[in-house]
């Protein structure tokens, strides 16, 4: 089996690319990436069976043969962050938008099966308390550029299989954590904060809530919608695992022996969501998926030492990083 896994060198992809590695012994992967500044080579390095080609989604010459020689193809290829949508947006509308285009476009010309990873922000937000979370026939609501146009895609790929029957699935999943993850986001940028003595920054009043999954439950949920997956179906994947952004700083504070006070409250993102949560029940009910990590703060755990084992990995963006948050009163 040939898999053509987009955006493999990325934080999600690259745990696909391992945990399909040692899962699958039949598997060969291709990875196409284009090696923006969130895609590292190191995070896939040295594995067997493994091919990266650099490259980008939108370029069609690119992608055609990957796709004519692969079996499936998951797309995971994205610009991915909130905050980067909100300072630029054009990248976005390609990578996200353009991209998934030409993806679908070569899936169409040669058939091949492929799986579109999405997120939950398509939804919007919902209220701090309200008792409802996101199920997939909900409308889409997206809240900035880059929720809006992983919607766009996800539109897309819906069309597709409905006028030209490519053989597609979706899904739509809550917050990821774990290694590898790029330093800009929320919980390794705490970590790293940490371990360089700096304290932890949190948007606005850090009431927002998240509904946390470990990348490695993301990536066995995917596996299980490829295989048993009915075509032309949205799932969600979450594993209940909603914590709002004050509790999540203090256990990373309690993981360096700091006083759960100890971090600042700064410039809150314009826009900013206010709580996901996923229903993750039709994925359940039709694949029998259930997530591995039920435990949030051993994963934290595990994701805290990783980032100190780790250092080589993220010290070279850190100072970058940084400096741009700095700039936004971040
Ligand atoms: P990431 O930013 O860590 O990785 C994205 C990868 O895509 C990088 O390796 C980058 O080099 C590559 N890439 C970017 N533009 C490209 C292009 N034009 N052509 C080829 N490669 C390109 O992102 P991530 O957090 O791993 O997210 C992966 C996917 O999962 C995205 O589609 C994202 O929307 C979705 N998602 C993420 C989360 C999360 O919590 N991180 C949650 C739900 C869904
Ligand atoms: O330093 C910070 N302080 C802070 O309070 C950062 C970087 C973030 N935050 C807040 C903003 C959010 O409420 O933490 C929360 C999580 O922020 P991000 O890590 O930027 O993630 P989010 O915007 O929720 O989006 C993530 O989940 C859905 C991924 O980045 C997306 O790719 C995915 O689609």
Known sequence: ????VTGGAGFIGANF?????????????????????????????????VELVVGDIADADTVDPLVKDADVVVNFAAESHNDNSLND??????????????????VRRHGTRL???????VYGDLEIDEPRKFAPGDPYKPSSPYSSSKGASDLLVRAWVRSFGVPATISNCSNNYGPYQ???KFIPRTITNLIDGVRPRVYG??????????????????WEIINKGRIGETYLIGANGEKNNLEVTKMILAEFGRDPDDFDHVNDRPGHDQRYAIDNSKLVEETGWQPSFQDFAAG???????????????????????AKYAKQGQ
């Not at 089996?1 to 053509?4: A, C, N, P, S």
């Not at 012994?25 to 067997?48: F, H, M, Q, R, W």
């Not at 799986?115 to 922000?121: A, C, K, P, V, Y």
């Open 300 to 322: 934290l755990h595990n994701t805290v030492e990783w980032y100190k084992a780790n250092e080589a990995w993220w010290r070279p963006q850190k100072e970058a990083v940084e």
């Open 205 to 222: 009043t850090g009431e927002q809530v998240r509904d946390w999954i470990h990348v490695l439950d993301h990536n066995s949920a995917v």
């Open 1 to 4: 089996m040939r898999v053509l």
């Open 115 to 121: 799986h579109h990873i999405s997120t939950d922000e």
């Open 17 to 49: 690319v391992h945990s399909t590695i040692e899962n699958h012994p039949d598997a060969e992967v291709t990875v196409l990436d284009k090696l923006t500044y969130a895609g590292n080579p190191d995070s896939i390095a040295g594995l067997d069976r």
């Open 182 to 184: 790029h330093i800009e």
């Open 89 to 106: 947006p054009s990248p976005f509308i390609r990578t996200n938008i353009e991209g998934t285009f030409q993806i679908l476009e070569a």
